[in-house]
């Protein structure tokens, strides 16, 4: 539940990295493809068009035409993995912009601000996301720091709220754990961020580096320390196997680039695994991507029509491609939702893993 | 009136080159931009994927979901144009695939069997396509060459149209006028060619190198020549101006590429002109494309949003702006009959003529 309509959990946030899906998906073809919640980057938006461009027109939902729930991160992970010159201090990070180098500082207090202009549903603590593997030192270190930030993130984002001229009054905040592989700085920054009650509990860090088995470990150790009665959410995970997986291990937000990135290179999800349309194979091949599937794609066009697009190099091939991906990972959290509804879920596990990691 | 559906006219038809608009638009959107006839390049097919391919998966237009009218051109302007190393002889023209160099002939013949094999509703007979200015002699030769060669399209066009297995066994095909900017040529060719009693005739090898002008008076001297009971077509024309000159001139059928072209660059027609949307004054303009037009991007989105994805350089800013600029071409033409319709086509010319043809 949240001010901007309810999410059925577990769901899928589909990534419109600078206020749009890439591959020609507007936030209106969004809502025929089953997304719950759009995810914009904050780095992206404030370097271009400006957070205050788009709080001038009226925040990034009306900006984009996204009417649902909308969730921004904190920029943190951008600045850290695409900004040139980091230098990072207890304030926060100076770094140089990746579009023309300008000099730029985002600390907790900036992070919250910008969000807080973008207008989103939900805003992310600004934290470090420290690629893995890391030293034990310095993890603890940034980990602490990260905690310290998130006092910040929270204070400023208590204040902003209760500015007069504010875009969203409810905006909500989400903290996110940290501490790398380590499983008891993992433990100990999950029971002290969990203290500031907030509005959900965000596991950072993973998928940046080491194992699924790792990944999964980590979840196992930090999900008995979330609180029961808050959204918890794996950023940037992942394959259909890794979201099964950790909805097994109690998690129930994600967002991935993946489906809209491997669309663009022709990489299609099915229910029975992934098909690379590039392949010479669909030439002539006049049956739909995916037979079971209901997207718009599927049920309009052939793999031989996907084919010759992709490599024509027509944008429409991307699109349409993009389009079921985004389409079947939405289904997929429909029917893990449905599965745990009438208490299957495990079957649905057993059956659908393997299936789905399969090169078809 | 076609096998494929009635067409109004005037009438604008929409290039989708490889079988797809160019800027992620499909023929199921054109549906929704009032599209009434689809246009795909026969030499760009022929190459990829290949029109043998097109023919086993059911034509062009069950390939691409375009359930209306759709016409072909003869490959000859794109072979002139586009390929490499050309040779032309009595026969037809040798030359050399611009994807991969590997050497091709295609001749009335070939083009004919290459359009049957595509199915299209509406086949253009091969031609050679001169470049303005052309001398006097090689004009001559090259139009009786042309008609030497639309006698080799009809006979192999009613040979193919009676085959058994033939996709569309009323294909229709029309006619070129060429003779370059020559009034004798271009008379004694429309004469010539109208003895063949085609489904219709066009107008080539205009809007190649010579001015408006010249082009108005082409069509001038050309238009009394041609039978007043089939349509009447100019080829690859062209800016709203030169459409409602022509349109004027009593022309009946257009193609060109420029509104997808245009909008790819950010260049948007309005009733009042044209706009590039990636001048900065457009950053904080929430206002719609154009206020007046009914299209789905200007029913949902702003200026803002529009040169905030053509700067991001998304994808989905030329989506939208393509779709744009179909609707303004296809809408423009239903004003024009609407003019017509109620016998007030001088005054909409007059009105019009000038403030389209604006810089906003």
Same mark, same amino acid.
Request: hydrophobic letters at 40%.
């Given at each position: 539940m949240t001010p901007h309509g309810t999410v059925q959990t577990p769901a899928f946030m589909n990534v419109a990295t600078c206020g749009a899906i890439k591959g020609a998906v507007s936030a209106i073809d969004l809502k025929k493809l089953k997304c719950q919640v759009q995810l914009c980057n904050t780095y992206h938006l404030h370097l271009r068009p400006g957070d205050e461009v788009v709080r001038k027109l009226g925040g990034l939902r009306r900006f984009t035409r996204w009417d649902g729930p909308l969730l921004t991160d904190s920029g943190g992970f951008q600045v850290f993995?695409?900004? +040139?010159l980091r230098n990072i201090s207890e304030e926060g990070v100076t770094f140089a912009s990746h579009i023309d180098g300008h000099k730029l500082f985002m600390g907790p207090e900036e992070s919250m601000q910008i969000q807080s202009n973008l207008g989103s549903t939900i805003a992310m603590a600004f934290d470090e996301c420290v690629k893995n593997p890391a030293g034990y030192d310095y993890a603890k270190a940034s980990c602490e720091r990260t905690i310290r930030w998130l006092g910040r993130s929270k204070a400023e984002m208590d204040r902003l709220n209760r500015l #007069? &001229?504010?875009? %969203? #009054? +409810?905006q909500m905040l989400f903290g996110i754990n940290q501490g790398s592989t380590y499983e008891d700085l993992r433990v100990s920054c999950m029971r002290r961020i969990r203290? /500031? &009650?907030?509005d959900g509990y965000a596991i950072g860090g993973?998928?940046?580096?080491?194992s699924a088995e790792v990944m999964y470990h980590i979840i196992e150790t930090v999900e008995p320390e979330m609180p029961k009665d808050k959204p918890r959410y794996l950023m940037g995970v992942g394959t259909p196997d890794n979201i099964l997986e950790s909805v097994r291990r109690g998690i129930d937000l994600f967002d991935c680039v993946l489906p809209t990135r491997n669309a663009r290179h022709g990489n299609a999800f099915t229910r029975d695994g992934c098909r690379?349309? /590039? %392949?010479? +194979?669909?030439?002539? &091949?006049?049956? #739909?991507? &995916? #037979?079971?599937c209901g997207c718009p794609v599927c049920r309009n066009y052939s793999r031989a029509y996907l084919h010759h697009l992709l490599k024509s190099g027509e944008m429409l091939g991307m699109r349409l491609c993009v389009m079921h991906n985004i389409y079947f990972y939405n289904t997929l959290f429909e029917r893990i939702r449905s599965s745990l509804d009438c208490g299957r879920f495990s079957e649905f596990y057993r059956d659908n893993l393997e299936r789905l990691g399969q090169r078809i």
């Open positions: 993995s695409l900004a +040139k #007069p &001229d504010t875009l %969203n #009054p +409810k203290e /500031f &009650d907030l993973l998928a940046v580096g080491e690379n349309l /590039f %392949n010479a +194979k669909y030439i002539l &091949d006049d049956q #739909p991507l &995916d #037979p079971s």
